[in-house]
């Protein structure tokens, strides 16, 4: 009796609505909304793909509309496209074309056609707008609202259903369908009943879980007791009372006026009324026995149901019993229903803004999104099945997910977490996560991208996965990110060819210096790491380093590639080269104290030349007598700086700093920092001889460590003047 939640095909439905009126199709789902058109349009970007909805005609139901609403537009229609767009409309369709992320551009945009009221002019922003906003479900109704008005009945309800397929949770736009259903056809047709129940069947299916459903529930257990049949009402009733919704207990008052108001052979199925019948009887106290041996006979014409003679009429006490009866079982099931309602209730409430809207939402807000999904996921994982949580599908943390990302559709959280919800589950429904976030509501955004990318490339499905990430480099040009992604995947599928085209390109295409070195960089290490070609590898770094010599980076990478190309003494020529050439360029102080110490721990280490050793050891300490100077005179300058004065006295604002504090800072300089140089290599005054070639003191302060002993005095060679 419990009714189930299951992701259904909305193609599939819309087609049964048009095509098949009164033919159960697989039934919808999509995302929900509840605010309306006039508290702000929510613009997430689609929940399925941009696949044209199905279209209905109104001939297909063979004259379903009433006659004259088929389309008398249309001559009118083809003379607005002779005439072409109103005059303000191409100023303002431009701006949309120029900044497509700008809300109030589109805006502005859809209130001048809605005055306007030109029809051709209307479709086209409204299809451009609503292709990158589905979400907004309040101008989907505007757009089929100027459809109606303007007599293009049938191209209204293509719209209608398009919108429902992007947006299939929108209770509103539902709504609205159905209303424009049961007042646009004609209902002394015998197909138009079935048609507007087809329908009913679909949104129940699509958006009937939401938690403010309510309205769509009522609306659809009436039309079933307007059309006479308390039967088919009931069996709304039935299915709603295992839904956990906002007016839950609503739904069960109005049951029980539908049972009290109907005798019981008119609102339940054959079988169930036997059943609570025979229940009824067996615990009557007395059962008169019929002298005949056999049953009365009714009225002539009058047939009970299968199973029951139509003389097996119930007294009123037994109707009454079997009410009772009946009441009983559905309050089982709405008391079960009231622990799950109970459950949800609190997130329910914090949920402020269950529509869509540019605005960012509150950090409140978000924190409940999170922890209504983790509560939903974690209870659909402690059922036992699918089928005890009431769920087929995705269940209800997947219904749920489609409802948070109506909310929050721009944030990339939301959407990688449904991402890899859906991943241990399907991998065509991951797939189709990915597809909606990255292609509609999220186009710019590389992260998503990057992740299905990611994922397609898990799925062993290379193609795809560098489709979306040649399409992300296209659309958003430029990010380092993306470029180097679709190197390493070309360099794991073995492609290596591949992965040095994109990397030259990127070099080629880079216009910024910066970006150019480090693309360079990445080409070389690729090179030499992966393709073992040490020679194209120097070429990069030293083709870069003659464009920018200035970037310390790319002299560090050279001189990695030189120390680990061959034997120690096979590349001492081009690794000293290297270093040579470093420290002549213009590079940071801080730079070339750090080449010139890797130079010495290299000639220690591998050296063949004692001389060129001492040759960079001099050198070394004239750096840092150049580093120390340096700094020291930017000192002094500042000094000379705060004692200078026009008239040879000092300003009345450096007089009372010095006063007040021991060292005054002028007001008018910014002492420039320099980097400290290290310690001297040796102890001593720069200037002594001796100290100059103290290469004892300068072994045990950078070996000492090691416990190394020098191997030999070298002061002996060089006595005391």
């Known amino acids: 009796m419990a009714a189930e939640y299951s992701e259904p095909d909305l193609n599939g439905a819309a087609e049964g609505i048009v095509s098949e009126p009164g033919i159960e199709q697989d039934e919808p789902s999509g995302d929900d909304v509840t605010g309306s058109a006039e508290e702000g349009p929510a613009p997430a970007e689609g929940s399925g793909d941009n696949g044209s ?37 191409e100023k303002f369709w431009k701006l949309t074309q ?54 293009f009945i049938n191209k209204a309800e293509e719209v209608c259903l398009r919108g429902l397929q992007l947006f299939p949770l929108s209770l509103d736009l539902w709504i609205h369908y159905l209303s424009f259903l049961q007042e646009t056809l004609n209902m002394n047709l015998p197909q138009s ?11 129940v299916a699509a958006a009937g879980w939401d938690f403010r459903s309510d309205r769509l529930w009522e609306m659809y257990a009436d039309w079933e007791r307007d059309q006479g049949d308390p039967r088919a009402a009931i069996a709304v009733y039935d299915r709603v009372l295992s839904v956990p919704t906002q ?36 615990g009557c106290a007395a059962v008169t026995p019929d002298p005949d041996g056999g049953s009365a006979e009714g009225p002539p014409g009058e047939e009970g149901p299968p199973g029951l003679t139509a003389g097996d009429q119930e007294t009123d006490e037994h109707e009454q019993k079997i009410r009772e009866l009946l009441v009983a079982r559905r309050q089982e099931v709405y008391e079960s229903n009231e622990v799950e309602v109970s459950k949800r209730w609190s997130f329910e409430e914090a949920i402020k803004r269950p529509y869509f809207h540019v605005k960012p939402l509150d950090r409140a807000q978000l924190r409940n999104w999170h922890s209504y999904l983790d509560f939903e996921m974690e209870a659909e994982s402690g059922a036992e099945s699918e089928a005890e949580s009431g769920a087929g599908s995705g269940g209800r943390a997947g219904l749920l997910f489609e409802r948070c990302l109506v909310a929050c559709a721009l944030y990339e959280e939301f959407w990688s977490k449904y991402a890899k919800f859906q991943a241990q589950r399907s991998v065509d429904g991951a797939r189709s996560v990915f597809k909606r976030a990255c292609e509609i509501h999220l186009p710019r955004k590389p992260s998503m991208h990057l992740l299905w990318a990611a994922f397609e490339e898990q799925q062993g499905n290379l193609e795809e996965a560098r489709r979306v990430l040649e399409a992300l480099d296209q659309s958003v040009p430029g990010l380092a990110m993306v470029r180097l992604r679709r190197a390493s995947l070309e360099r794991r599928a073995g492609n290596l060819e591949g992965a040095e085209s994109l990397l030259r390109e990127a070099v080629l295409q880079s216009q910024a210096t910066p970006i150019r070195s480090f693309y360079s960089i990445k080409l070389a290490r690729q090179l030499l790491r992966v393709q073992r070609d040490h020679g194209k590898a120097r070429r990069v770094l030293q083709d870069a380093i003659d464009r920018d010599p200035t970037d310390s980076k790319l002299h560090l990478a050279l001189l990695e590639l030189e120390l680990s190309a061959g034997e120690p003494g096979q590349s001492e020529g081009p690794v000293l080269q290297c270093l040579s050439h470093a420290l002549s360029c213009s590079l940071p102080p801080q730079t070339r104290l750090l080449l010139s110490r890797r130079r010495l721990e290299f000639q220690e280490d591998f050296g063949s030349s004692v001389q060129s050793l001492l040759t960079a050891y001099d050198e070394h300490q004239n750096l840092l007598n150049e580093t120390a100077s340096l700094k020291r005179r930017l000192e002094n300058g500042d000094c000379e700086e705060e004692e200078e004065d026009d008239e040879g006295e000092e300003p009345a ?36 001889g001796q100290a100059a070639y103290n290469y004892g003191a300068w072994y045990q302060q950078q070996y000492g460590g090691y416990g190394y002993q020098s191997p030999w005095n070298y002061n002996q060679y060089y006595p005391p003047s």
């Open 53 to 89: 909805a199905a279209t209905a005609t109104g001939s297909e139901g063979g004259g379903l509309y009433p006659a004259g609403l088929e389309d008398y537009g249309e001559e009118e229609e083809e003379e607005e496209e002779d005439q072409g767009y109103p005059l303000e409309f």
């Open 98 to 151: 120029e900044n497509p992320v700008d809300f109030s551009a589109w805006t502005s945009l859809l209130q001048y056609i809605e005055q306007e009221g030109h029809m051709s002019a209307a479709r086209k922003a409204f299809d451009s707008f609503l292709s990158r906003y589905p979400y907004c479900y309040g101008y989907w109704k505007k757009w089929v609202d100027m459809e109606r008005r303007s007599g």
């Open 193 to 203: 009943a079935p048609r507007i129940r087809a329908a009913f069947r679909s949104a």
């Open 247 to 282: 007016l839950y207990n609503q739904h069960f008052h109005r049951f029980k006026e539908l049972v009290s108001s109907h005798t019981p052979r008119e609102i339940l199925s054959a079988a169930e009324f036997l059943e609570l019948r025979s229940e009824v009887m067996q």
């Open 653 to 688: 604002e450096k007089k009372v700093k010095s006063e007040n504090s021991p060292v005054a800072t002028p007001p008018d300089h910014t002492p420039v920092a320099m980097p400290t140089p290290p310690a001297p290599l040796m102890g001593g005054d720069f200037n002594n």
